[in-house]
């Protein structure tokens, strides 16, 4: 395929877009770790209010 006319550009089109799916996918996994973050706090505080009552 390197023969192919255009054939760097398409590699280059496709590795701009494998960077943007794999910025993407840091994106999700940064929110998520956060999300995870904050469900334990929630079980720590409701542990906490269980203990009390």
């Known amino acids: 395929s390197a023969n192919v006319p255009g054939s760097s550009n398409m590699a280059a ?4 877009r494998l960077q943007q ?3 993407q996918v ?3 996994v940064d929110i998520m ?3 995870v ?3 334990l ?3 720590q ?3 906490e ?3 009390r009552a």
Request: charged share 50%; hydrophobic share 20%; aromatic share 0%.
């Open 26 to 28: 840091d994106e999700v």
């Open 41 to 43: 706090e929630r079980d």
């Open 49 to 51: 209010l269980d203990d």
């Open 13 to 16: 089109g496709s590795n701009r």
């Open 37 to 39: 973050d904050k469900v």
């Open 33 to 35: 770790r956060v999300n």
């Open 21 to 23: 799916t794999q910025h």
């Open 45 to 47: 505080k409701l542990s």
